[in-house]
């Protein structure tokens, strides 16, 4: 099982960023999967799931209206569409299959600032 995150950066405040997320080792399509994030000095959260069966989505309160989370079953990829950047916002960010539980990736920097 691995994943491999990817489209961190350094973004104004209000900006934009996708992030993604190309898993293998497991049957992706039938797997529920997860961004989560874990800023400086904090615990990680979870920020936004996309759910199988269906498809449904949930959101973190503070992401929620501004992030989607979306899948491409064809390429094995989970990814987090980010807009309207805060400085909060700021962390690495990691994808998951919630069932695989030890399974990790390297992550990804957001850094938001002016």
């Known amino acids: 099982v691995q994943f491999v995150e990817s489209g961190g950066g350094l973004v104004q405040p209000g900006g934009s960023l996708r992030l993604s997320c190309v898993a293998s080792?497991?049957?992706?399509?039938?797997?529920?999967m997860s961004w989560y994030r874990q800023a400086p000095g904090k615990e990680r959260e979870l920020v936004a799931t996309i759910r199988f069966p269906g498809g449904s989505t949930d959101y973190a309160e503070s992401v929620k209206g501004r992030f989607i989370i979306s899948r491409d079953n064809v390429k094995n990829t989970v990814y987090l569409q980010m807009n309207s950047l805060k400085p909060e916002d700021t962390a690495v960010y990691f994808c998951?299959?919630?069932?695989?539980?030890?399974?990790w990736g390297q992550g990804t920097q957001v850094t938001v600032s002016s």
């Open positions: 080792g497991f049957t992706f399509r039938t797997y529920t």
């Open positions: 998951k299959a919630p069932r695989l539980k030890d399974y």
